[in-house]
C-alpha cells in the first residue's frame, strides 16, 4: 500500500493521552487517486448497484493510523448525521468525504492544524451521513445503499457491521438509547430503520422496516423518546413525520409547514427546496428545517428566500404568522411621499438570503441559537432560535470563504460548507467545505449579538479536489452563489442540487429591471414579477443534469442552444433579476466551459435498485415502449439517451393557473434518462406523475389511446427503469 | 429626560395623533393606545442585566390599554432578546401591555409581518418643519403580550438604497409570542 503523505505525518502528532488506533491492520489497497487527490479525473461513479448483501465487495479500510480521544461517557440524547460528527464527551471528529469515497477522523478537532491530522477511512462507496459515539461510527453509504458500523476497538478501527439499504442511504439519526438508526434513501424515496446491534459483518441482516416517502427525503432527526422522526425532502415544503419509528412498521405521515410563511404570496403556501438537514431543540418541542422557499417576496426575489421555518412538534404545525398583505401599517407622512410602486413597506426588509443554499444545521443549546451552513455564500449564520422566524432575526455571521480567485469570482478556500458539528462546549464550530474538501474551525462568540469582532478562523485542507483542476474550477462554479456573473445569487446548485432538481415550474417572465432595458429572467412565482409587467410568465421546470449532459447537443426547452456552454451562457442571463453585469465574453465562455467539465465528469448520477433484468411487466412494457404504433422511441431513440434532441410541435396543454399563454408549442424531445423519480412531467409540470401522463396523453405524443390499462402500467413500469 | 419634559412631549404628541399613529384596539372605547406612547425615553436603554425581565409575573388576565399616566410610570424592562440595532429600544411593561420605543430611531415606517394585530398600536413621531426641519425620529409600538399570540413587527429607516436617499431599509424587527405550550412569553427585538 502506498500510503499519502500527509497521513504518514499524522503519526507523529500522536499524543500519549490519546487512543492509538492502528488501524493498518485491516487494510487493503487503496486507490491512490482517491485516497490522495492526485488530481486524475475519477469519471463518473458507477450508476447501479443492486443493494443486496451480494453487492457488498469491499469493506471499510483505513489508509493511515487513526487516534481518538477516549470515549466519556454514553448518549445524552439521539444523533443527528451530518456530514460531520463529533464524539459526545470528545473533540474528535468524523467527516463524511463523499467525493474522496471516504472518511476523515481527526483526534481533536479544537487543535488540528494540518491535514496530516486527519487519518483516512476509506468507504466501499460515497458515505453521506455520519454520527458517532464511544468507540462506534455509523456512516451511510450512497452507492450501494449501506448503512456501515465501524468500530474503534483494541487499537483498530473495523468494520463490524453494514446492512444494505435502498439505493442512495444518505440521512441519518440515531436513537437516544443507540440501539435503532434510521435511514433515508433519496433516490429511492425510502426510510428505512436498522437494529443497530443486529448489524452483522456480512451485511446478511437488512432492515426492521422500510417505508415509502415522497421525493430526495435527506435530513432526519429523531426525538428523544425513540418514538418519533422527522425527514425533510430536497423537493418540496412538506415534511415526513414518522411515528412508531421504534416499532416493527412506522406509520408515515405527511406535515405541512409553511415556507418562509412571513414572505408567502398573501393567501398562498411556497413550495420549498434544499432541505437537506433539520434540528429539534433539546425539549424536542421545536424542529428548525433549513430550506430555500421558491417565490419567496421580497425586492428583486427572483430565486426565493432562505428560510429556516420552525415546526411546533406536538401539534405538526408550523409556528411563523402568515403574511399578511393588509396587516396594520403606519407610514410616516415622508414614507408615503417617497416610497415607489417598488417599496415593499409590509414585506421582511432584511436580506433574502442571509445565508444562501442551506445545507446543514445545529442548535447550539448554550445560547439558544441555531448555526446554518451557507454552501452558496461561503457562510456560517447564527440565529435566534427563539424567534418565529429565525432567518429575520441574523445575530451573527461567520465568513469562511476566503482566497477568492480573481477571474471566476469563486472562493478556493472554505468553499461550500455544508457540514457543521459543534464542540463539547459549543465554542467552537466545526465545518466541512465540501467544493474545496477544508475542515474550518470557526470560534463562536458567547454573546452572538455581542459587538466583539469574531476571532480569526483557522482552516486545514484536507485533500485536494479528485478531478482535474479546470473540473475543479467547475465544481467551485457549481456550488458558489457569489460570483455575480454566473448567477444572480444563487447557485447551480441551489436549483439543480448534486444536478438534481427541485421540482419547480418557474416563471420565465420579461420585464424591466431598474438596470435598463427589459429581459427574460426566471422567477419563483408570478406575484415576484412587477406588477407594472402585467405578466406572469411562462412555464420552465427545473431541468434534472445529471447524467443527461454528455451529447453535443443542442440543448434548452426550444433545442436553442447548440452546445452545453451555449445553454449554460443562456442561464446565465436567465438566473437573476435584470441583466448580466458588465462583463467580457471571455469571461462568460471561461465560466461555462469549466462548468462543462464538471457537469459531465463530477456530477455523479444516483445509484439505482436497476437491475441487468428486466421483470416481466418491464419486458411488456419496453415492447410498447419499442412498438411502431405507439411510437415511443421514434423521439425517444434509446441510442442517444431516450431524446432525439429535436424540438417537435405539440398540442398545447391546458393552461397552468399561474402562468401566461404560450404562443409556441414546440418543446425538445427530453431524455428519459431517470424519467422515473423526477416528477412533475413537461415543461409547465402539469402531470404529476408517470401514470398520469400516460393515461392524459391522449395520442399528443406518439399513440397511447389503444393500450390497455395493463400495457399503460407496463410501459409505465419501464419508463422507471431507465 | 425630566418628568418636565415628558409631560411637555406628551401635549405635543396627543396633538398629532390624527396622522402620527395607528391602531388596532381591543375596545375602541377604552383611551386611544397611542396616547400611551408619548413620553419621550431617554437615548439609551439600560443593560439587560440590570433590568427586571418583561415577562415576570406577567398577568394572564386581560386588561385594558394602559393610560399615559400608566405608562410614564412604567419600568423599564428586558426583552428577551435585544439586538445592537435595537440598542437605543427601550421595553416598557404596565400589566400584560408592551410598550417599545425606539426615541432616536429614524422611522419610516413599522408595519405588522403576520399574526396578532389585536391591541396593536403604533405611532412615529412627525418630523420637524422648517428651518430645523428633520426626518420623523421616534417610532413606538405598543401591543399586549397573551397566551396565544404571535406577532412580528418591522420598524423602516430611511437611508441611501436603491429608491433614493430616502429608501425605506430594515431597521428592527419585533417578534412576540406565547404559544401554549410555552410557559411564559418571548420577546425579541433585533
Not at chain 1, 415556507?259 to 433539520?278: D, H, T, V
Not at chain 1, 461567520?398 to 477571474?407: A, F, H, L, Q, T
Not at chain 1, 432538481?501 to 429581459?519: I, K, L, M, N, Q
Not at chain 1, 442571463?573 to 462548468?595: D, I, K, M
Amino acid at each position: 500500500m502506498k500510503r499519502c503523505g500527509h497521513t504518514a505525518r499524522s503519526a507523529r502528532r500522536l499524543t500519549s493521552t490519546a487512543w492509538l488506533v492502528t488501524a493498518c491492520s485491516v487494510l487493503v489497497a487503496v486507490s491512490q487517486a482517491s485516497a490522495c487527490g492526485d488530481g486524475a479525473d475519477l469519471g463518473p461513479a458507477p450508476s447501479s448497484v443492486a443493494a443486496s448483501s451480494s453487492a457488498i465487495s469491499s469493506p471499510a479500510t483505513t489508509s493511515s493510523p487513526v487516534t481518538l480521544q477516549a470515549p466519556a461517557r454514553a448518549l445524552e440524547a439521539p444523533l443527528t448525521g451530518g456530514l460531520v460528527a463529533r464524539f459526545p464527551g470528545t473533540e474528535s471528529i468524523v467527516i463524511a468525504d463523499e467525493d474522496h469515497r471516504a472518511l476523515r477522523i481527526a483526534s481533536d478537532a479544537s487543535t488540528v492544524d494540518s491535514a496530516g491530522g486527519f487519518a483516512t477511512v476509506q468507504l466501499p462507496g460515497p458515505p453521506a451521513n455520519v454520527v458517532a459515539w464511544n468507540d462506534t461510527i455509523l456512516v451511510t453509504v450512497r452507492d450501494p445503499g449501506l448503512l456501515v458500523k465501524l468500530r474503534v476497538e483494541g487499537g483498530s478501527v473495523r468494520e463490524v457491521g453494514k446492512t444494505p439499504l435502498p439505493p442512495d442511504a444518505w440521512g441519518l439519526a440515531v436513537s437516544k438509547d443507540g440501539k435503532r438508526a434510521v435511514v433515508t434513501s433519496a433516490y429511492a424515496n425510502k426510510v428505512a430503520a436498522v437494529d443497530i446491534d443486529a448489524m452483522t459483518a456480512d451485511g446478511s441482516t437488512g432492515p426492521v422496516w422500510i417505508a415509502d416517502t415522497t421525493r430526495e427525503p435527506r435530513g432526519v432527526v429523531i426525538a428523544a423518546d425513540g418514538k418519533t422522526a422527522w425527514i425533510s425532502h430536497i423537493v418540496g415544503s412538506r415534511l415526513t413525520k414518522l411515528d412508531g419509528v421504534d416499532t416493527s412498521a412506522a406509520t408515515v405521515s405527511r406535515v405541512d409547514l409553511a415556507a418562509s410563511a412571513l414572505r408567502a404570496p398573501s393567501g398562498k403556501s411556497l413550495s420549498a427546496a434544499l432541505g437537506y438537514a433539520l434540528a429539534l431543540s433539546p425539549d424536542g418541542k421545536r424542529l428548525f428545517a433549513p430550506r430555500h422557499a421558491l417565490g419567496a417576496m421580497g425586492r428583486e426575489a427572483w430565486f426565493g428566500a432562505a428560510t429556516v421555518d420552525v415546526l411546533r412538534t406536538d401539534t405538526a404545525s408550523g409556528i411563523a404568522p402568515l403574511h399578511q398583505g393588509n396587516a396594520l401599517m403606519l407610514r410616516s407622512s415622508i414614507a408615503k411621499e417617497t416610497e415607489t410602486p417598488d417599496t415593499l413597506a409590509n414585506l421582511p426588509a432584511e436580506p433574502l438570503a442571509p445565508f444562501t443554499q442551506p445545507r446543514d444545521i445545529r442548535y447550539r443549546t448554550t445560547t439558544r441559537t441555531l448555526l446554518v451552513a451557507g454552501e452558496g455564500d461561503n457562510v456560517v449564520a447564527e440565529l435566534d432560535a427563539l424567534a418565529l422566524d429565525p432567518t429575520l432575526s441574523v445575530m451573527r455571521t461567520y465568513k469562511i470563504g476566503s482566497d477568492v480567485d480573481p477571474n471566476l469570482g469563486t472562493a478556493r478556500s472554505g468553499g461550500a460548507p455544508s457540514g457543521i458539528a459543534l464542540s463539547e462546549d459549543e465554542r467552537f464550530a466545526y465545518v466541512f467545505c465540501r467544493s474545496t474538501y477544508d475542515f474550518v474551525r470557526i470560534p463562536l462568540s458567547t454573546d452572538p449579538l455581542s459587538a466583539e469582532p469574531p476571532a480569526p478562523i483557522q482552516t486545514v485542507r484536507i485533500d485536494t479536489d479528485p478531478l482535474s483542476e479546470d473540473a475543479a474550477k467547475g465544481r467551485r462554479l457549481f456550488y458558489d452563489a457569489t460570483d455575480r456573473i454566473t448567477s444572480g445569487g444563487l447557485a447551480c446548485a441551489g436549483c439543480h442540487p448534486e444536478g438534481r432538481d427541485d421540482g419547480h415550474v418557474w416563471h420565465e417572465a420579461s420585464f424591466d429591471t431598474p438596470d435598463g432595458g427589459t429581459r427574460a429572467n426566471f422567477v419563483g412565482t408570478y406575484e415576484n414579477v412587477p406588477d407594472l409587467a402585467k405578466t406572469k410568465g411562462f412555464p420552465r421546470r427545473t431541468a434534472w443534469l445529471v447524467g443527461r449532459v454528455d451529447a453535443q447537443g443542442p440543448y434548452g426547452w426550444r433545442a436553442e442552444s447548440a452546445t452545453l456552454g451555449d445553454r449554460i451562457q443562456a442561464g446565465m442571463g436567465l438566473h437573476r433579476w435584470g441583466g448580466l453585469p458588465a462583463h467580457e465574453p471571455a469571461n462568460v465562455a471561461a465560466r461555462s466551459a469549466y462548468l462543462t467539465i464538471f457537469l459531465r465528469k463530477g456530477l455523479v448520477p444516483p445509484a439505482r435498485s436497476t437491475t441487468a433484468e428486466l421483470g416481466p411487466l418491464e419486458r411488456r412494457g419496453k415492447e410498447v415502449f419499442g412498438d411502431a404504433t405507439a411510437a415511443c422511441a421514434s423521439c425517444h431513440k434509446a441510442e442517444t439517451s431516450f431524446t432525439d434532441r429535436v424540438a417537435h410541435p405539440l398540442a398545447a396543454l391546458p393552461l397552468v393557473r399561474g402562468f401566461d399563454d404560450e404562443p409556441k408549442q414546440a418543446f425538445k424531445t427530453p431524455s428519459l434518462a431517470f424519467v422515473g423519480n423526477r416528477g412533475p412531467y413537461f415543461h409547465d409540470g402539469s402531470a404529476t406523475s408517470l401514470e398520469r401522463l400516460i393515461d392524459n396523453n391522449k395520442d399528443r405524443m406518439g399513440k397511447t389511446t389503444h393500450l390497455s390499462e395493463a400495457d399503460r402500467a407496463a410501459l409505465v413500469a419501464y419508463l422507471k427503469t431507465l | 429626560m425630566s418628568t418636565n419634559h415628558r409631560i411637555v412631549a406628551i401635549g405635543a404628541a396627543v396633538a398629532l395623533l390624527a396622522y402620527g399613529a395607528v391602531s388596532l384596539g381591543d375596545d375602541p372605547a377604552a383611551a386611544p393606545p397611542t396616547a400611551s406612547a408619548t413620553a419621550k425615553p431617554d437615548a439609551e436603554a439600560a443593560p439587560l442585566s440590570s433590568l427586571a425581565a418583561f415577562d415576570a409575573s406577567i398577568p394572564t388576565e386581560t386588561s385594558p390599554t394602559p393610560t399615559a399616566v400608566e405608562w410614564r410610570d412604567a419600568p423599564e424592562v428586558a426583552p428577551t432578546r435585544r439586538g445592537p440595532r435595537a440598542s437605543g429600544c427601550k421595553t416598557y411593561r404596565v400589566r400584560e401591555w408592551i410598550r417599545i420605543a425606539c426615541s432616536e430611531l429614524v422611522t419610516a415606517s413599522i408595519a405588522t409581518l403576520g399574526g396578532t394585530v389585536q391591541g396593536n398600536a403604533y405611532w412615529i413621531d412627525p418630523q420637524t418643519e422648517g428651518k430645523d426641519a428633520k426626518l420623523p425620529s421616534g417610532g413606538e409600538m405598543v401591543f399586549p403580550v397573551r397566551k396565544g399570540d404571535r406577532r412580528v413587527i418591522q420598524i423602516l429607516t430611511f437611508g441611501p438604497g436603491y429608491e433614493g436617499p430616502l429608501t425605506q431599509l430594515p431597521a428592527i424587527v419585533v417578534q412576540e409570542h406565547w404559544l401554549d405550550d410555552e410557559e411564559s412569553p418571548v420577546l425579541t427585538i433585533l
